[in-house]
Antibody, heavy 122, light 112 residues
Framework: EVQLVQSGAEVKKPGESLRISCKAS????????IGWVRQMPGKGLEWIGL????????RYSPPFQGQVTISADESINTAYLQWSSLKASDTAMYYC???????????????WGQGSLVTVSS | QSALTQPPSASGSPGQSVTISCTGS?????????VSWYQHHPGKAPKVIIY???KRPSGVPDRFSGAKSGNTASLTVSGLQAEDEADYYC????????????FGGGTKLTVL
C-alpha cells in the first residue's frame, strides 16, 4: 500500500524561499503522476499542478504557472513544491496526492499525504 | 478554468439521505465521465469516495453513491451517520492537453 508522507509545518517571512516535500513509501511511484493541491484558510481545494516522477514531465494549473515550481527526485520517490519568494497569500495547507490516470486522462487522487501547513508572516 | 459550483452547506438527520450537487460545464463535468468526490474531515487527508461519476473505491460504504446528468454531478449519502459529517469536494477533468483538473468549492455536510 502506497503512503505519502509530507514534510512538516513551516513558518516563513515574506520574500523567503521554501521547498516542501512528499515522499512515497510502500511502493515505487516512478510510473505515477503526483499532484499538489492547495487549501487556503477556510477555503476549498485548488489544484496546483502535477509531475510524472519517471521523467519529471510537469503540468501547472494556469493560476499557479510561474508562482511555484514542482520538481521530483525519482531515486528517492519524492516530489517537491517550491517557492522562490513567498507571499503572505501563500499561507495555506498543501497536500500532495497520487493521481490515477486512465488512457491519458486524469481520474482521481488517491492516496493523499497528510498535508504541510505553510505560514507566511512578517 | 472556473471552479465547479457546489452548495456551501447541506444537512440531514441520522438515517436520512442527503444529495450534494456539483455543477460545471460542457468542458468539464458534462464532457467527460471523470468526476470524482472527496470526503475531507478537518485535520485529516482528503479521501476519494467516488470516481468516474459513480464508482466506489474498495472500502467505501455503499451508502455513498454518485450520478451525473448533463453538466451536473451529484453525490448522495444515504443512511446518514455521525461520521459522515465532513467537507465534500467534487472534481472533474477539464479536458485540455495540460491534464487540467478542477475542484468544486466544497460542501460542508452537517449531521443534525
Amino acid at each position: 500500500e502506497v503512503q505519502l508522507v509530507q514534510s512538516g509545518a513551516e513558518v516563513k517571512k515574506p520574500g523567503e524561499s521554501l521547498r516542501i516535500s512528499c515522499k512515497a513509501s510502500g511502493h515505487t511511484l516512478n510510473n505515477y503522476w503526483i499532484g499538489w493541491v492547495r487549501q487556503m484558510p477556510g477555503k476549498g481545494l485548488e489544484w496546483i499542478g502535477l509531475i510524472y516522477l519517471r521523467d519529471s514531465d510537469t503540468r501547472y494549473s494556469p493560476p499557479f504557472q510561474g508562482q511555484v515550481t514542482i520538481s521530483a527526485d525519482e531515486s528517492i520517490n519524492t516530489a517537491y513544491l517550491q517557492w522562490s519568494s513567498l507571499k503572505a497569500s501563500d499561507t495555506a495547507m498543501y497536500y500532495c496526492a497520487r493521481l490515477e490516470v486512465v488512457t491519458g486522462i486524469p481520474n482521481y487522487f488517491d492516496p493523499w499525504g497528510q498535508g504541510s501547513l505553510v505560514t507566511v508572516s512578517s | 478554468q472556473s471552479a465547479l459550483t457546489q452548495p456551501p452547506s447541506a444537512s440531514g438527520s441520522p438515517g436520512q439521505s442527503v444529495t450534494i450537487s456539483c455543477t460545471g460545464s460542457n468542458s468539464d463535468v458534462g464532457g467527460y465521465n471523470f468526476v470524482s468526490w472527496y470526503q475531507h474531515h478537518p485535520g485529516k487527508a482528503p479521501k476519494v469516495i467516488i470516481y468516474e461519476v459513480s464508482k466506489r473505491p474498495s472500502g467505501v460504504p455503499d451508502r455513498f453513491s454518485g450520478a451525473k446528468s448533463g453538466n451536473t454531478a451529484s453525490l448522495t449519502v444515504s443512511g446518514l451517520q455521525a461520521e459522515d459529517e465532513a467537507d465534500y469536494y467534487c472534481s472533474s477533468y477539464a479536458g485540455t492537453n495540460n491534464l487540467d483538473l478542477v475542484f468544486g468549492g466544497g460542501t460542508k455536510l452537517t449531521v443534525l
